[in-house]
């Protein structure tokens, strides 16, 4: 396993994404003591090993593998790592995001599993959560605001972004990441968004379909997902009344009168099982109400959950989308696979971005561009992670299938004891100073 880890990161480091020798650097040049390149690989690797502070990546640059000092010659004190993140470039970090992602499908590791195409899911996710509002880019919040009571004592601030998961890969990586300016929404910041996404990958052939929840759905946004001849999946819920009402006339009695397109096995979650079951229709196709015309839309889909307890009852929760695709672009199965896919990104995704990274809670620094800056080097840190969990580290049994990928806990020990060695005192990096 170690061997494989090596291997991979030894094959990352000679990508032009990963190579950070052409970052900003503002620092008056006579006093640097560390190049910028290794500021940033410093602060990559801390995160792939899921170092808790700027103190342990510290630690970590004293005990690199003779290997990695390439990337890191000299260890670094953790105030110098302090102020490299608060000067951390924005703009220059999405770009090396966006270079590593089309590197990656360019080398055919993003490609869709069980899908006839790329989907994107974009969704809202908050980077951290203060008591103060970083130089004015955070979203104030207070004890009042029913949503976030018992938060943050008094006035507190959030720093919510749009993120873009491919979710059609194994890895599910993220592909783009935009703050919300103060003083706006995730549904009025999505056409910007998209814009940006299309900039940055095109119609490159890595995805053909935006995937939304319900509250990024509304006609202007389907208008113009469809304008860049995208399609759309977008969740449908009470916010959008209309639409809402008429999938429930027409999809309820369809299913209690014929059998679903498809349906999953029981699958165990804890100590019940669940399943999914689908039923669609056609006859919403060009909708219209008080808003405008869905001349775009082309399909209703209900996808009811049936969860069964252990005592045997069942309960179940419907969930509706619409769509542009066309009626037989996917199959029934690839649906349904497509929405299971669409929740992972909060559950596998996102939550693991704070469970295992604390990104929502404790971020390394949340001064200047720390915050924004550091989330960047966050994604990279979990797209590398991920890759090594999903692809790289799952031996096939007999039978072709792949297995469970390891704990998020092991993964990032084998990390640890791949970059690191067991002496952590002088030797560790005077023999290759």
């Known amino acids: 396993m170690k061997e494989r880890i090596a291997n991979f990161f030894k094959k990352k480091k000679k990508k032009p994404g990963w190579r950070f020798y052409d970052a900003p650097d503002n620092r008056e040049q006579g006093k640097v003591e560390h190049k910028v390149f290794s500021l940033h690989n410093a602060l990559v690797l801390g995160l792939a090993a899921n170092k808790p502070t700027l103190r342990d990546v510290e630690s970590m640059t004293k005990g690199l593998h003779l290997e990695y000092r390439g990337l890191v ?9 302090d102020e490299a993140v608060r000067r951390l470039d924005v703009e220059y970090l999405t770009c090396k995001l966006v270079q590593q992602v089309r590197e990656d499908f360019r080398a055919k590791m993003l490609a869709p599993v069980f899908l006839p195409c790329g989907v994107v899911t974009v969704d ?31 006035e507190y601030f959030l720093y919510p ?11 599910r990586p993220i592909i783009l990441q935009k703050m919300l300016p103060p003083k706006t929404g995730e549904s009025t910041s999505f056409i910007v968004f998209v814009d940006a996404l299309h900039a940055a990958y095109g119609r490159g ?30 969740g449908l819920k009470g916010n959008q009344t209309d639409l809402h009402e008429e999938a429930h006339r027409l999809l309820l009695p ?54 069964r307890s252990a005592d045997g009852s069942v309960t179940t929760e419907d969930r509706y989308f619409i769509t542009s695709a066309l009626w037989n672009y996917f199959t029934p199965e690839q649906i349904l696979s497509m929405v299971r896919s669409h929740w992972r990104v909060e559950n596998d ?4 971005l704070d469970l295992q990274w604390r990104e929502d809670s404790a971020p390394w620094c949340t001064k200047e561009n720390a915050i924004l800056g550091l ?41 640890v004891l791949t970059i690191e060695t067991a002496d952590f005192g002088e030797t560790a990096f005077t023999a290759v100073a």
């Open 124 to 154: 809202g996710k908050n980077l951290a959560t203060l008591g103060h509002d970083a130089d004015g880019v955070g979203h104030s919040r207070s004890k009042e605001n029913e949503k976030w009571q018992g938060k943050k004592d008094g």
């Open 375 to 415: 989330s960047l080097l966050r994604v990279m840190a979990y797209n590398l992670v991920q890759q090594l969990r999903r692809r790289r580290l799952r031996r096939k049994d007999e039978n072709g299938q792949r297995e469970a990928p390891m704990s998020w806990r092991e993964i990032f020990k084998l990390i």
């Open 254 to 307: 369809k299913a209690s009168y014929e059998a679903p397109e498809a349906e999953t096995s029981w699958e165990r979650r804890g100590s019940s099982h669940m399943r999914r079951r689908l039923w669609r229709t056609d006859g919403m196709t060009g909708f219209e109400n008080s808003v405008g015309k869905w001349s775009h839309l082309r399909q209703t889909w209900l996808v009811r959950q049936e969860t």
């Open 205 to 234: 052939g890595m995805f053909d379909v935006i995937d939304v929840d319900a509250g990024l759905t509304s006609l202007a946004n389907a208008d113009h997902v469809d304008s860049l001849d995208y399609a759309y999946i977008m």
């Open 73 to 81: 010659p000299r260890p670094i004190s953790d105030t110098t790592l």
């Open 349 to 352: 995704c996102f939550n693991s």
């Open 161 to 171: 972004a749009l993120r873009a998961s491919l979710t059609s890969a194994e890895s």
